[in-house]
Structure formats: C-alpha cells, structure tokens
C-alpha cells in the first residue's frame, strides 16, 4: 500500500535537512557504465555532448548510484536528448522549463540525486526566467548547460550566448545582441554553486560534475560543448590541442568571494575553469522541510482525512 501524507512527511529529520531514503538492499551494487548505456545517441559525430554523456555515466558508475536514487531531466534541444540515452530514471520535458520540472521533483523527493541538462537556448532564452527563480531559491539539483553558443536542433539559430558577429539564420548579417555572460547571471541570480568546464577535458568535467553532485543547493555548470555541424571551432580558443589556453581558475581564488568570482567571470574568453562560486546556504528543500515539520506537529494524532476537513472547515 502506498504511504499516506503524514508517513511520507514524517521521513524529513528533525534537523530540516532532508536525507536519503533507507539505502538499497546492500547486496545491490551500484549500476555501471555499460547498464547506463541506453539508445546510440542520435547525436551528430563529434559533436560535444557525447563527451558529457560518458562522463555522466562515469559519475554514477563512481558514485554507485543505483535506479532508485537519481534522476536526469531536460527540456528541448540536441543537448536535452540527454536522458533518452540514459538507462535510467529520466524526464524530457518541455523547451525552457526542465529546472520547474526538476524543482518539483526535488521539493517531493529530497533524497534523490536530481540533475538537469540542457542547452544554452533552453536555459537563457526560453528557460531565462526558470533559470534566474531556481537559481535565487536554492533548490536542491545539479543543472548542467552544454553550451554550444547557437541553437543546435532547430539549425543554426542565433542563441544568447552566440558572440557578437555570428551569423546565423536568424542574423544573416551578423548578430548584433549582446551575449550574456552565464557566470555573471548565476552569480547574480544567487546560485550557490557556478562552476565553468568544456567538454574537451574529460577529467576536468568529471570533477565539476562530482562537486556539484555533492553540494547542497542549486549548482549550476556551464559546459562548453561544440557543435560540430553548426559552430565549428567555437571554442578552439579554449583548447589546448587546437593552439588555445585551458586556464584554471587560480588556486588562490576565494570562491565565497562573490566579487571576485564576478571578476573573474568577467575576463575574456577563454576565460577562467573551474568552480568560481560557492557558498552554503539553506535550501528550498531545507526550509520547506521545516514548515512540514511544523505542520506535523499540529495535526499530531489526525487521520489524513481529519486534516482535510480541519482545512475545510478552516475555510468556512
Ligand atoms: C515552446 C517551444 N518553442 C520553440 C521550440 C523550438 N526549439 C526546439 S529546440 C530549440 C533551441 C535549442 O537550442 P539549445 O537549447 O541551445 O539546444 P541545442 O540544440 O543547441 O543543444 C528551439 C527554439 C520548441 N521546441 N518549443
Ligand atoms: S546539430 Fe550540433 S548540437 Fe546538435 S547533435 Fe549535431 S553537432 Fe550536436
Ligand atoms: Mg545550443
């Protein structure tokens, strides 16, 4: 028989910090990359993404997740394929609105591991407003955005992260709009956790992927991802095999600075890898947890449907 509502809200601590749900049956072991292996991804070859794929896999093999313990959402775009790839519990929602999905998913089951990916235009354009909400409401999940600087499905669109002078369908002369500067918006917006990778160091990716995973609020990375078929050479810049600079973020950098993250959010591309930002502060997950508790309390000893007439009758 299902849980009722008042077993399910009386598996959040007392310490208002949500945990795991009882572990698996410790015989389980933790899935591997090849169980993890779903549909041949129907990306381009060479194309960028694939590399964040193998990584996430790596991440969950390295974690021993099993089935019941995370979940991958994302919204409209090549990058937002990503959980059909994914033998595993996963969401393909709508274009801009996977982190309103995600957020959901995390206030109700807080001991899931949620991660959310996606595509520059997803979550700027479309997805802008989402972004800057769950960023400000410290939700708990991991959101990775495989930026390719251009919309990718839909063939060559200018996106908000196209540079100045990229000419697309949309801007046959050239974009004129300014690019936003990711960093800066999640800084700004309050994300806890902003953190700068590029698919080309598969090491480096794997360890921002690791630390968001294990931060408690919304981290977000951007991960730049080259289009090979829309944008080639976008990021060749920040390659060192393609004659550019892969410069890590300084090891004296204080990443609680929010100053100094801003600054160094600010250099010019290439820019700066690494986690820019970090700091602890309570969740959403955390807070809602509290008034839960509260509640509980309160309708100590009722039956669920005594709680319902007790709203009822409190709305008369
Ligand atoms: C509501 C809605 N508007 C527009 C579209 C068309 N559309 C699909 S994907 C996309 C942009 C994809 O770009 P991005 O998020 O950067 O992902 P990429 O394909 O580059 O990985 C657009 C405009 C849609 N599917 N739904
Ligand atoms: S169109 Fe670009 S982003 Fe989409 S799969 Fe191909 S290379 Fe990747
Ligand atoms: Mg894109």
Redesign the pocket.
């Known amino acids: 028989m299902s849980e009722t509502i008042t077993e399910v809200l009386a598996r959040v601590p007392q310490s208002g910090i949500p945990v795991a749900a009882p572990p698996p049956d410790s015989e389980r072991k933790g899935l591997t990359k090849k169980e993890l292996a779903a549909d041949h991804p129907t990306w381009c070859p060479g194309c960028g993404?694939f590399s964040v794929l193998a990584l996430y896999f790596k991440l969950i093999e390295k974690s021993k997740l099993t089935h019941e313990q995370f979940v991958s959402v994302a919204?409209?775009?090549?990058?937002?394929r990503f959980p059909y790839f994914v033998q595993a519990h996963g969401v393909h929602f709508?274009?801009?609105r996977a982190l309103p999905f995600a957020s959901g998913i995390s206030l109700s089951r807080p001991d899931l591991h949620v991660f959310v990916f996606?595509?520059?235009?997803?979550?700027f354009s479309?997805g802008g407003n989402h972004f800057s909400h769950t960023a400000r409401k410290n939700v708990k999940l991991t959101y990775v955005v495989?930026d390719?600087w251009?919309?990718?499905?839909?063939k060559k669109?200018t996106?908000p992260t196209s540079p100045l002078g990229f000419k697309s369908k949309t801007d046959q002369w050239g974009a004129v709009d300014y690019p936003i500067n990711p960093m800066k918006q999640a800084i700004a917006a309050g994300a806890t956790f902003v953190a700068r990778t590029t698919s080309t160091n598969p090491n480096h990716v794997l360890a921002m992927m690791e630390a968001a995973m294990d931060h408690d609020g919304f981290s977000f990375i951007e991960c730049l991802s080259e289009?090979v078929e829309f944008y080639e050479g976008a990021f060749d810049a920040a390659n060192p095999r393609k004659g550019g600079m892969f410069k890590e973020v300084p090891k004296d950098h204080d990443a609680t600075d929010e100053t100094a993250a801003y600054q160094l959010a600010g250099t010019d591309f290439p820019g700066y890898f690494g986690i820019l930002y970090k700091i602890n502060k309570p969740t959403k997950n955390a807070k809602e947890a509290e008034i839960n508790r509260g509640m509980m309390e309160k309708v100590k000893g009722l039956k669920d449907w005594q709680i319902l007439q007790k709203n009822f009758d409190r709305m008369k």
């Open positions: 993404d919204g409209i775009g090549c990058s937002s709508i274009h801009g996606g595509g520059d235009g997803d979550a479309i495989m390719n251009v919309y990718g499905l839909t669109q996106s289009c």
